[in-house]
């Protein structure tokens, strides 16, 4: 009964492990195909992180995530300073009813929020196609910097009220590598099929 979630416990303190020693890649790889010589029939584990298209797109992608859940948490932080609440029952809660209410530094960050929903997202899905067709790790990693610089500096640029255009400049940055990214997606797909 215990082997299973035991294997489990194994397997996953194995690859802790194995991140923490800091071994060079050459070696952690060599080790692999002798495993993999060894047992061809076992399945090949870490297949996607030696994808160094895909490792640079997850890497990105998590530290804009992050970013967005940083946005989230300012939002909270600038509510609760200006008392202003979304809804009734935490108005109550800090004072009053009259603390339901709106105000533009809120707004302000929420629409920050939803300019990250409508970036970001689409991101995560392109990143990763793009980076699961073999483009060029290098040409990829280009692509995911321009954009991830692009959208840190739109967050700053739309919170702290910096001087215009540079959010839309950002903004503008940010979308070239997407359409790049968007394009040799449909080329491919497009050459496959005729
Ligand atoms: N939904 C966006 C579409 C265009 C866009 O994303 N523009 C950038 C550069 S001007 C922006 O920061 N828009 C402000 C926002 O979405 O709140 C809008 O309404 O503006």
Known sequence: MWR??????????????SFTSFRPLKEVKLQRSVEQSKHPSAPRSGTMME???????????????????AVAII?????????????PEDALRHGGLQYHREDPDVERCLRAHRNDMENIYPFLFL?????????????????FLVFFFGRIIHTVAYLLKLRAPTRSVAYTVAQLPCFSMALQILFKVLRRWW
């Open 4 to 17: 299973l979630p035991c294997l489990c416990l194994f397997s996953t303190t194995k690859t802790i492990l």
């Open 51 to 69: 994808n160094e298209a895909f490792t640079a797109f997850i890497f990105y992608g998590t530290l804009l995530v992050l970013k967005m859940y």
């Open 75 to 87: 939002t909270g932080q600038v509510r609760l300073r200006k008392k202003v609440f979304a809804n």
């Open 127 to 143: 990143g990763a196609v793009y980076s699961l067709l073999g483009p060029d790790p290098d040409v990829a990693r280009i692509h």
